[in-house]
C-alpha cells in the first residue's frame, strides 16, 4: 500500500473513532439527563397526586405518577434538544447563563401549559381536586406547572454535577 493510502485510511480510522466517540458520549448525556429527570420528578409527582382525581375521584395511583415521571424524563430531553438547537452548543446547560435560563424556563413553561391543557381539559384523564390552585386565564394547575419552571434547572445542575464526577472517575481509572 502506497504511503498516501495508508495515511488516508489512518485518517479515516480517527474520524469514525471521534464521530462513535461523540455519538457514544451524546447518548451518555441524553441517557443521564432522562435518568436524573425520573429520578427528580417522582417525588415531585407523588407529593402533587392528591391535588388530582383520577376516573371516578379516585386518588392518581402510584404507577401513573411513574409514567408522568417517565414523560418528564422525556421532557427535559426535548428541552435538551431545544437549547441545543437555540444555542447551538451541545454542552449548554453545564453553564447556561440568562439565555441558558431563558430556554429552560420558556420550554418548561410552554411544555406544562401544553400538556396539562390537553390532558386535564382535552383528553379528560384526570380532574384538578379542590386544594390544586389554578393559573388564571389558562385554567391549569400551579404546582405541575411550578414543576417545569423549576425542576429543570435543578436537574440540569445535578447532571452536570453527576457527568464531571463520572467523567473524573473514568480519567482516573484510565490513568489520565
Request: overall charge negative; aromatic content about 10%.
Amino acid at each position: 500500500m502506497s504511503q498516501e493510502l495508508l495515511l488516508a485510511k489512518s485518517e479515516e480510522d480517527v474520524s469514525a473513532s471521534s464521530s462513535e466517540h461523540w455519538c457514544g458520549d451524546l447518548v451518555r448525556q441524553l441517557t443521564m439527563i432522562f435518568v436524573v429527570a425520573v429520578l427528580v420528578n417522582y417525588p415531585w409527582e407523588r407529593l402533587q397526586s392528591p391535588l388530582y382525581s383520577h376516573s371516578g375521584g379516585a386518588s392518581i395511583p402510584w404507577w401513573l405518577c411513574l409514567a408522568a415521571s417517565l414523560a418528564d424524563g422525556l421532557f427535559l430531553v426535548v428541552i435538551f434538544g431545544i437549547g441545543w438547537m437555540t444555542l447551538g452548543r451541545r454542552t449548554w446547560f453545564e453553564q447556561p447563563g440568562v439565555q441558558g435560563y431563558l430556554v429552560m424556563l420558556t420550554s418548561g413553561g410552554a411544555i406544562s401549559v401544553g400538556i396539562e391543557w390537553t390532558t386535564v381539559h382535552v383528553l379528560r384523564w384526570w380532574t384538578y381536586g379542590e386544594q390544586m390552585p389554578l393559573v388564571p386565564i389558562v385554567n391549569i394547575g400551579l404546582v405541575p406547572m411550578t414543576q417545569m419552571l423549576v425542576l429543570p434547572p435543578l436537574i440540569f445542575r445535578g447532571v452536570t454535577v453527576v457527568s464531571r464526577y463520572v467523567n473524573g472517575m473514568r480519567a482516573t481509572a484510565c490513568g489520565q
